[in-house]
């Protein structure tokens, strides 16, 4: 190697060297300046600590969210499997609960016009809620055959159960059949047990019902875990500039802007 490249490769590992020395003179000051602010200034600490507290809440509040997520949305892919699977053409669109609420009122006013018309049997209470309870399972034995396919064996069902419950009727009532009221009676309560067929063929199954509450509940807990996280992370944000804004001051003194930079940023690696 002749003394020129010597010359050349030897000032380009001085230049190099030279360079990390100032680089490491840099971060000592900047070290040293922070020290200098944590040990003189009575809430340098307090917030440096605070910084840290709220960037952990609001990285833990962060993954909580996440998680909230991909549970809502696992839950909506069950939903909506479950859906497709039991109502794949949408035939019933009706909510399980409301049809509950409807068909018990419905089981509620078959009760009361058994009470009425069986005012001569004793028992009678007993009596008009063992009849409301046939019509409501007929109903319902009715309408699950229609949605099997069978219109015709419960067309047929429906009409035997209102015979025997008519007779019944009769029997308990003398004179019953050829009354104005007891006409009435038999319109009113088949009228109400078809009504009640027609609700629960629409109805929705429970175990839709039951799919769809524990997707909504997810969804509320998503919402509630991303409100959380973005309270936390401006919360973090602020208590991060509140340090930093500290150390800034600190250095604004020295009229140094490179030494404030390094500063803020031995700072930042703190929290």
Known sequence: ????????????????????????A???????????????????RSLLSEASHR?????QSAAAAADAAVT?????????????????????PLSFWMALVLVVAIGAG??????????????????????????IAGAWLAAAAHREGHAAAAVAAAVTLAALLMAL??????????????????????????TAAALIRRAEPMALAQARGRWR??????????????ADAQSAAIARESWLSLVRSGAAGRGDEQLTRDATGVAAEMI
């Open 110 to 135: 078959l009760v009361g016009l058994g009470r009425i018309e069986l005012a001569a049997l004793p028992g009678r209470e007993i009596a008009a809620a063992a009849v409301a309870a046939a019509w």
């Open 26 to 44: 840099r971060l000592r000051a900047a070290h040293d300046l922070v020290g200098r602010v944590l040990s003189g200034h009575q809430e340098a």
């Open 169 to 194: 009727h009769a029997v308990a009532t003398p004179g019953w059949g050829r009354s104005l009221a007891g006409l009435l009676w038999a319109v009113l309560s088949g009228a109400l047990a078809v």
């Open 55 to 59: 960037r952990v809440l609001a990285e």
């Open 1 to 24: 190697m002749s003394g020129r490249g010597a010359r050349a490769l030897f000032s380009g590992v001085t230049i190099e060297t030279d360079g990390e020395a100032a680089i490491l």
């Open 72 to 92: 809502a949305d696992m839950d909506r892919l069950r939903y909506e499997e479950l859906r497709h699977r039991v109502d794949p053409r949408a035939e019933r």
């Open 217 to 230: 509940r997810a969804r509320a807990h998503h919402a509630a875990a991303v409100r959380t996280s973005l």
